[in-house]
């Protein structure tokens, strides 16, 4: 009780100072100056949207209003919020053809950059052709995506089952671990996020997306090896005992699965502690269960490696993505073995839309433009680049608590106590607006909504990522 008290005084205390810095902010981007200054500074791109005809975004926003769901009314990241009409690669253009220097990419989804030819030419190619013939008819499509997608995981995960979202690829990991296994017990990680079906809001360890009166049985949440707020720092086989405890006196003795983030995303951009994985790899095996990696963020090559569980030294039973995986088509896949997939031929299982032809056409190019353009070494070498940066910015900031993540998936604390790591809610909020004035789009997670989450398209460049420091120290410096 007395958390929850301290926690709504947190919230009212940063609504209140919420209000005062969006109004500060309103009051200083009203001078055109330094505005204009840094626009000035955006790197040059050669291309230019036609002019947009189209509603405007007071309209939408009371079309929203009265006919769109109000969960999704809610999700608008800036007070004035942007009605975005174009995209090119790593860039965004308002109604206006004001260009947005993009570092949100949609939530880690446009991998490749919006509007890249090499994805839309092959799709529009196919959507002529035709659509969807369902995968009860054989078509060439599905069949070359399933291949070259399972070409790119490691040992016997090549049997690949086709969704529509990261919620629907979990649900059907989690079920596949269950049936597997014989057993129901899943363990996952608190501040992970894994969709919001009862299933995976089950697993689901973040109490902003869950629901009270949704039955969610039968999962067990660990301790989060998070070296920057966690209380074995990172001692990632610490955290992992945490597991083994779990084990040990909350189930049979025997579980199902462990299903974790290599990078935890709406969580914050959490880097697991250094051997976690890995401990917590062998624990699970000696259970009896399935290790799931979700990579529905983390996936298709925006951590420098193509996979992040690449770095832990791990091989997984399952694999879930999305997201990156269409480049911002609705697609989904799940990856294991042959031996565990069998389960399914149990009963009739069926995706009426997973890996229909339009949806595998893109998933393919996806995959050709990754290796095309280099998107790997790219995110790996800007993502490095970036994250220095920001690291040295940190020494300039006291409100930057920590800085971290991999390649292109990155993550700013902002804290008002560096000792304390109180959360500065309301200054991320001031700060992103002050940002997105500026030219510059990011977006923002963590439990308390004060880690700003940089998750470029993968052609970001280094004068990207410089502008983007640029405008977060001028920002920051007006504080």
């Known amino acids: 009780m007395q958390r929850l008290t301290a926690k709504r005084t947190v919230h009212n205390v940063s609504l209140s100072l919420s209000r005062r810095c969006i109004s500060s902010c309103t009051s200083q981007t009203a001078t055109a100056a330094p505005v204009d200054e840094f626009l000035g500074k955006l790197p040059p791109f050669g291309y230019t949207p036609p002019p947009y005809t189209g509603p405007s975004a007071d309209a939408i926003i009371n079309t929203r209003k009265e006919f769109l769901s109000p969960s999704n009314s809610m999700f608008c990241l800036y007070k004035n919020p942007l009605n975005i009409v174009d995209g090119k690669m790593q860039y965004l253009f308002d109604e206006s053809g004001r260009r947005y220097l993009d570092a949100f990419a949609g939530i880690a989804v446009v991998n490749c950059g919006h509007c890249h030819p090499g994805v839309i030419e092959p799709v529009i190619k196919q959507m002529k052709r035709l659509q969807?013939?369902?995968?009860?008819?054989?078509?060439?499509?599905?069949?070359?995506?399933?291949?070259?997608?399972?070409?790119?995981?490691?040992?016997?995960?090549?049997?690949?089952?086709?969704?529509?979202?990261?919620?629907?690829?979990?649900?059907?990991?989690?079920?596949?671990?269950?049936?597997?296994?014989?057993?129901?017990?899943?363990?996952?990680?608190r501040n992970g996020y894994h969709g919001n079906a009862p299933g995976t809001m089950g697993a689901t360890a973040h109490s902003t997306w869950k629901f009270n009166n949704v039955v969610q049985t039968g999962t067990h949440h660990a301790l989060n090896p998070d070296p920057y707020r966690g209380v074995f720092g990172s001692d990632g086989e610490k955290y992992a005992r945490d597991v083994q405890d779990l084990i040990q006196y909350g189930t049979s003795g025997h579980i199902a699965g462990f299903i974790c983030e290599t990078i935890q995303g709406v969580g914050g951009i959490v880097e697991l502690a250094p051997g976690y994985q890995s401990a917590a790899y062998d624990i699970v095996k000696k259970a009896g269960g399935l290790f799931i990696a979700d990579e529905v963020q983390s996936g298709f090559a925006r951590t420098g490696d193509f996979w992040g569980f690449e770095a832990h030294n791990v091989v997984p039973d399952i694999v879930t993505m999305a997201k990156g995986i269409g480049n911002g088509f609705p697609l989904g896949a799940v990856v294991t073995t042959p031996e565990i997939a069998g389960v399914l031929t149990r009963r009739c299982y069926f995706n009426t839309f997973g890996g229909n032809a339009v949806a595998a056409t893109a998933g393919l190019a996806v995959l050709d433009v990754i290796e095309k353009d280099k998107l790997q070494e790219n995110a790996s070498m800007v993502g490095s680049y970036l994250k220095g940066r920001l690291s040295q910015l940190k020494e300039k900031h006291e409100i930057i608590g920590d800085v971290r993540g991999r390649g292109l998936m990155l993550g700013v604390e902002l804290v008002s106590d560096r000792k304390l790591k109180t959360p500065a809610t309301a200054e991320t909020l001031h700060i992103m607006n002050q940002m997105k004035e500026l030219g510059v789009l990011v977006g923002k997670g963590g439990h308390f909504g004060n880690v700003f989450r940089i998750t470029p398209p993968l052609c970001f460049t280094k004068e990207d990522a410089d502008y983007l420091v640029e405008t977060m120290d001028y920002s920051m410096s007006r504080m």
């Open 132 to 189: 969807h013939p369902t995968v009860m008819y054989l078509n060439h499509a599905i069949a070359e995506f399933s291949e070259a997608l399972a070409s790119k995981l490691p040992g016997d995960l090549k049997v690949v089952f086709f969704t529509n979202s990261g919620t629907e690829a979990n649900e059907l990991a989690l079920m596949m671990a269950k049936l597997y296994t014989g057993c129901q017990d899943i363990v996952s990680i």
